[in-house]
């Protein structure tokens, strides 16, 4: 179990020890057997008690060809032509859920000619 104290809220500290003070005197058993409900409600029954909904815990990686393809974009058509020359391909690996981004010559041709960063403005004198 652990006890957090939410920032914004304006309870005062002999509150916060007294729920710290009533947290220590959990068993194992009641951590075990009772429901969330239960647990709180046996615990702090003197507080007003809320339990939000339960988030279902899962993992979800950011990453996606439009944010590889347009780190590969940032490096510059040159750098990238270089990696190409020398490995054939450019392999790229998300370092968090490890899937696989490959882009062979003709990918990179189309990554940077689709590239929509602006282009610098001409100026004429
Ligand atoms: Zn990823």
Redesign the pocket.
């Known amino acids: 179990m652990l006890l957090q104290r939410l920032p914004g809220q304006q309870a005062d500290d002999e509150d916060w020890q007294r729920d710290v003070f009533l947290g220590e005197t959990v068993s194992e058993k009641e951590l075990l057997e009772l429901t969330a409900m239960e647990l709180l409600h046996r615990l702090f029954h003197e507080e007003d008690v809320r339990l939000f909904e339960p988030e279902p815990f899962s993992f979800r ?3 996606s060809s439009e944010r590889i393809e347009s780190m590969l974009r940032g490096l510059g058509y040159d750098e990238v032509q270089s990696i190409l020359e020398e490995q054939g391909r450019v392999s790229v690996d ?1 370092e ?4 696989n981004y490959t882009y062979d010559a003709v990918d990179v041709e189309g990554l940077f000619a689709a590239s929509d960063q602006p282009e610098v403005p001409q100026t004429r004198h």
């Open positions: 990686c950011s990453c998300c968090f859920c490890k899937q």
